[in-house]
């Protein structure tokens, strides 16, 4: 569209200047969020940025065509506000698709660039071509697989056969081979589309046996291969600006996913190969009766009430039974009554980094109430109470103690270092990776025994009824 | 190799580092929008997406162009909706909601 009547050296020019000064918004935007005092300014920078990057795009006097591209922008916009206003506890699914789309544009772009370019690609085009399709078609039904274990459409349990690993690299292989073949042959016949195919295959066999307690690294992992995508995809068109976001968006998914391993005390093969939780659920059969001490509302917002100091542990179990909600309500009564409430946050607690903490901000918890794991536990000692709303294994002190554990390592908020121990459960059945909870059965933990909306509700109701 | 390889690659380091220390700052707290922000940035595939899909190319490339405009719009669009709601949702002690 040249309605500026500009040369296209001139254009070339502002393009690339416009996209320079997108990238320094990007970088600056980030750098806002490292605070939630200037987040927000991060956002928009980043809006414009993108906005200007779009605009001047436009520009470009090779481009001849615009109906598809505006229907296009019209779908994309169509689907994505309503993906923009999501429910908080739908965020790790909403976040599993967007990487879904990511990867696939990106693949889309990569394939397309091979059938324009053969037969006259060259080994180095190609060798670049076949990595990024390879990679953005695995990521992309690798978080199709993500999103749909996320929404519970695909069982949350690991799904694991024998031998596994070796016909998930077999299949990996194909997919490798077939690149290598094109290289030197890029134009044999059904071959590309196979290795898209078989790196599609792959994706699927690489997510399907990871269960939804690993869900949290797993997205992280999908996050930086989108991100690696995007910048082979701007090795690919020699295009800086797809460098630059791609090496972003790939180095945080990569951060966070070391995050999330060192809270698990676990490695990346571990988490991707390891089929979690899956070997331990037979041997919990036979265990003997244990006493465990329980409460009713009543009891609990007794004690409440009379505390200091309350530490509130939440996990994927709260954000189940919506309970955030009923938290907070718990949190302004207590407040008033002059007790201190704070609310621990383990870095994988949930179903994503940070799941924890938008599920609260959305409830209005403010943020300088949540802290830390480390701060909690060093709290802890001075804690008369904490209550623990549907976390399990990251409150569970075999992690320290029992060297037989799977999850032995793996650090913990230490709520059996506070006073009083309260345990919101449905019941007495281990979490997802079926590991019993010695906490459950010591003398200073009581069971509340029920669903943690209903629960926290109840004892909202004694603390206004009895404070009267 | 082809036009500007090794500079991409010097860009590619130099962005992958910075990124590295500049992300290592954000607050665990922030986490979930770190990731849907980076997820809207990362939508400015959707420049490579539009030339695709805009330039005379096939039939093919004009329509697999198409679909990777919408889908990497729709990340660019929905990413910086949630990425601002979420923000707005964190408040500090004392300052109710309207």
């Not at chain 1, 809270?263 to 919990?284: C, D, Y």
């Amino acid at each position: 569209m040249n309605i500026t009547g500009m040369d296209l050296t001139t254009v070339q020019y502002l393009t690339d200047f416009s996209y320079i000064v997108a990238i320094a918004f990007f970088i600056l935007s980030l750098k806002w969020l490292s605070s939630p005092a200037t987040a927000r300014r991060g956002v928009l920078v980043g809006e414009i940025g993108a906005a200007l990057a779009v605009v001047t795009t436009f520009f470009n006097p090779e481009l001849v065509h615009f109906q598809w591209v505006l229907i296009a922008l019209l779908v994309g916009a169509i689907v994505g506000i309503p993906l923009g206003l999501v429910q908080m506890t739908a965020v790790p699914q909403r976040t599993a698709m967007s990487h879904a789309f990511g990867a696939l544009a990106a693949a889309l772009i990569g394939i397309t660039e091979y059938y324009l370019r053969i037969p006259n690609i060259t080994k180095f085009e190609m060798v670049e071509i076949a990595m990024e399709v390879i990679i953005g078609s695995l990521s992309f039904t690798g978080s199709l697989i993500a999103a749909g274990k996320l929404q519970e459409w695909l069982p949350q349990r690991p799904i694991v056969y024998k031998g596994q690993n070796y016909v998930s690299f077999t299949v990996l292989g194909a997919a490798v081979l077939a690149a290598l073949i094109l290289v030197f042959s890029p134009t044999t016949p059904f071959l590309f589309p196979a290795m898209v195919v078989i790196s599609l295959l792959f994706g699927v066999m690489l997510v399907t046996p990871i269960g939804g307690a690993d869900m949290p690294t797993v997205i992280a992992l999908l996050n930086s291969y989108v991100g690696l995508t995007a910048a082979l995809l701007g090795f690919v068109l020699n295009s800086k600006v797809l460098v630059v976001a791609g090496a972003l968006d790939g180095s945080s998914g990569f951060i966070l996913a070391v995050v999330m391993c060192k809270a698990m005390n676990r490695s990346f093969t571990n988490v991707l190969f390891g089929a979690f939780g899956q070997l331990q659920v037979s041997a919990k059969a036979v265990q003997e009766e244990r006493t465990v001490h329980t409460a009713t509302p009543e009891e609990a917002a007794a004690i409440l009430a009379s505390a200091n100091t309350v530490l509130v542990v939440p996990g994927y179990g709260m954000a189940v039974a919506q309970a955030q909600h009923k938290v907070r309500e718990m949190l302004d009564v207590l407040t008033k009554k002059g007790v201190d409430v704070k609310f621990g946050i383990h870095p994988v607690a949930g179903r994503m980094p940070g799941h924890m903490n938008v599920l609260l901000a959305e409830a209005d918890v403010p943020y300088d109430k949540l802290i830390e794991m480390d701060a909690a536990n060093s709290e802890m000692p001075q804690t008369d109470v904490a209550l623990v709303i549907g976390a399990n294994d990251v409150t569970n002190p075999a992690a320290k103690t029992d060297q037989g554990s799977p999850i032995y390592g793996m650090p913990i908020i230490e709520v059996d270092n506070a006073r009083t121990v309260m345990v919101i459960k449905r019941s007495l059945n281990p979490g997802f990776a079926g590991i019993d909870n010695p906490l459950y059965y010591i003398d200073k933990t009581m069971m509340l025994f029920g669903d943690a909306k209903a629960f926290v509700s109840s004892i909202v109701k004694e603390l206004t009824g009895g404070g009267e | 190799m082809p036009e500007g390889f090794i500079s991409n690659l010097y860009v590619f380091l130099l962005a992958g580092f910075l990124g590295f220390e500049v992300i290592r700052r954000v607050s665990p707290l922030l986490h979930t929008p770190l990731m849907s922000l980076t997820n809207a940035l990362d939508a400015i595939v959707v420049v490579a997406a539009i030339i695709i899909a805009a330039r005379p190319g096939t039939t093919l490339s004009e329509i697999l162009g198409a679909i990777a405009v919408a889908a990497a719009f729709s990340n660019m669009v929905g990413g910086f909706l949630i990425t601002d709601r979420m923000l707005r949702m964190f408040k500090l002690s004392g300052r109710k909601k309207p």
